[in-house]
């Protein structure tokens, strides 16, 4: 198998290169490792920014004049924020928000950002204005649009009357967004009329053509349609309900003013319980909710899904569930130590530096990060890589080298990033071109046989050196250890035997109702041996695969009850007492 190199953007493949394309020498090297093109701020907002966003005051600046930003951050997915609303968040001195949206954006704020709930302040924006006078950037955010049945008109013209800057962000409104996200065409031509209205003002209105879009429809949904008919709307009027749109709880009822009380309860939905926010659509547009339906209906949607790995080892594999409509949910199940004996990385870092090695070879991203750690202690940097070639197991081990200032010069092909791939790849000894024969192997204190026995017969002396160690992590919090042995989680991904056998130490097994998926048949036997049912096997070792094969069956468990007729459900809603929802 042909090895697949690795290049940066001037095509070569060794490591950082000077300005003219040859290699760099080792006192230009650390002039390229650090991109230069953008100055962050130390709070990591963009300097660019500067000119449209006052600066980060982490307690207000009197000399600086501070600004009130009326800011809309849609409906609930967080992937609907405007860029002008995103900059605004990360910037933010102050925020006052409901609950339910805040909780959505607390990540993208700064760490010192105050963040009030608006039922504190409601009717009364002297707070807002005293913060901005204090030089502040204060943010008032909105579910939706500030200017669309919110109530933020009132204290812009306060802002305006104090003379304190302000802005405004418009968000998508739900009354958009939602019906998008559910598959119901709002129009579909030029013509169709659209009428908006508040819940409270059903009673009024009477039968038209068109899309009727109904907002706080989630309380007295029997009342709604009753109202409607009243008004001369015909029983067979297509009316659809989704609560908590454009979030991975969102779900829809498709039905009729006639039928949609009985609909809702053949549903297991009581009109009595609130189930989260809810918009009503009435129109013919409805119909064709079953055939536009796109968010509902990925395969993996709104399934709870354990990661047994750390957060950045769990990054791709998250963004892929994400993709799918899954929750995915880490759990680190092992921690990582310094080695017991710490001369032989330091031996290793000397022979980088003085020229013993021709290659080095990364398995993982602990492996990067302990080199790295040990670089730093004697005063070290990606300079001392220059002339080394450096391999990859993987995608993100090539990333993790990459912050580092390193660009890998071999990794295996995508679907075989394992220490089996890069033995696959692996070039064989070139006395005339390689001057040296050794390859260094950082690696945790579990053996790696199988790649050293593979360079040792490609002619390679493989120095096999412990840069870290892998300890069991600790337990995770009572509430998920309860949700893993009680069913609240889909599917949990095994990419290993260690971490069935940790993930089983730590927290517990998993329910009977829970898919386990795992990434090998070697995993299989292991969570086997542990009584586990394995549901899913990838068809290669890769944790892409692994995704790919979960989507797979959660697609061929939604078509199954489709087809007989049965309400969608997630595994964990199988379990005795679970909550009934539909989609």
Known sequence: MNPTPVTNQAGTKTGPQ???????????????????????????????????????????????????????????????????????LAAADLVVAAPWVSERIAHLLRKDTTVLDSATIDQDSRQLIKAAKAGQLVLRLFGGDPFMFCSAA??????????????????????????AYAGIPLTQDAATEVRIIHASEVSRMSAGPGTLVILGAETGIGDI??????????????????????????????????TVTADLKAAGLSLLTAH??????????????????????????????????????????????????????????????PPRTPQQMERAVRGLVTGRYQWVAFTSANAVKAVKEKFEEYGLDARAFAGVK??????????????????????????????????????????VLDPINRVLLPRADIATEGLVARLTELGWEAEDVTAYRTVRAAPPPAPIREAIK????????????????????????PHSV??????????????????????????????SALVTALAEHGASIRDAAVKSGEPVRRPSERRRGARRRVR
């Open 18 to 88: 000077a300005p003219d394309g040859k290699n760099a020498t080792h006192g230009q090297i650390s002039e390229l490792v650090v991109p230069a093109a953008r100055q962050l701020r130390s709070d990591g907002t963009d300097q660019a920014e500067d000119t449209a966003i006052p600066p980060t005051r982490a307690s207000g600046s009197p000399d600086r004049a501070g600004m009130v930003a009326f800011v809309g951050v849609g409906p609930g997915d967080e992937g609907l924020l405007t860029l002008r609303a995103a900059a605004l």
């Open 154 to 179: 009132a204290d812009v013209a306060s802002c305006a009357k104090a003379k304190v800057p302000f802005e405004i962000v418009p968000g998508l409104s739900a009354a958009t967004a939602v019906p």
């Open 225 to 258: 349609a009753k109202m409607l008919m009243a008004g001369g709307w015909p029983d067979t009027t297509p009316f659809a309900i989704t609560w908590n749109g454009t979030t991975t709880d969102q779900q829809t009822v498709v039905s009729t003013l006639g």
């Open 276 to 337: 989260g926010r809810a918009i009503a659509i009435v129109g013919d547009g409805v119909r064709m909710q079953r055939t536009l339906s796109w968010f509902e209906t990925r395969p993996l949607f709104g399934w709870r899904v354990l990661v047994p790995r750390t957060k950045e080892q769990a990054a791709g594999i998250c963004d892929q569930l994400m993709s799918h409509g899954a929750v995915p949910e880490q759990v680190p199940t092992i921690a990582v130590e």
């Open 390 to 431: 450096v391999a990859a197991v993987g995608e993100q081990t090539a990333a993790s080298l990459r912050a580092f200032g390193i660009s890998a010069d071999l990794m295996p092909p995508e679907h075989e990033q394992s220490a089996e791939g890069l033995a696959n790849c692996w070039p064989a000894y070139d006395d």
């Open 486 to 509: 009680g069913g609240g989680f889909d599917a949990v991904l095994f990419t290993s035997s260690s971490t069935v056998r940790n993930l089983i130490g730590i927290a517990g097994k």
């Open 514 to 543: 829970t898919v386990i998926a795992v990434i090998g048949p070697e995993t299989a036997k292991t969570a086997a041996e542990f009584g586990l049912r394995v549901d899913v096997v990838a068809p290669k070792p890769s944790a």
